[in-house]
Nanobody, 119 residues
């Protein structure tokens, strides 16, 4: 069982920055694919960024050039640095872990942290 605890959300003005953190426990963190998803009311949870164990990352088109995902395997932590924030970045950000288990991948989610970007 993997536990994920997010932190770093809050209220920020347009153009500002926030750094989200997610600490994982209960698994071999270095083997996990980690990601950040955003959800707004009435919509599905969408991928913002993900990073594999080797460090390669991918991003939603809307955040390319503004957000950076990184990981510190020694601290079992994944980060999302968010710069040049826009009101449309507002939402609950969820940390996600995909953990290898034999031939399968198991999915785990944190409880989310709210990011609000004011106009």
């Amino acid at each position: 069982q993997v536990q994920l605890v997010e932190s770093g959300g809050g209220l920020v003005q347009t153009g500002g920055s926030l750094r989200l953190s997610c600490v994982a426990s209960g698994s071999d963190f270095s083997a996990n694919t980690m990601g950040w998803y955003r959800q707004v009311p009435g919509k599905e949870r969408d991928l913002v960024a993900s990073i594999i164990s080797e460090g390669s990352a991918r991003y939603a088109v809307s955040v390319v050039g503004r957000f950076t995902i990184s990981r510190d395997n020694a601290k079992s932590t994944v980060y999302l640095q968010m710069n040049s924030l826009k009101p449309e970045d507002t939402g609950v950000y969820f940390c996600h872990a995909a953990t290898p288990s034999g031939l399968e991948w198991l999915d785990y989610w944190g409880k989310g942290t709210l990011v609000t970007v004011s106009p």
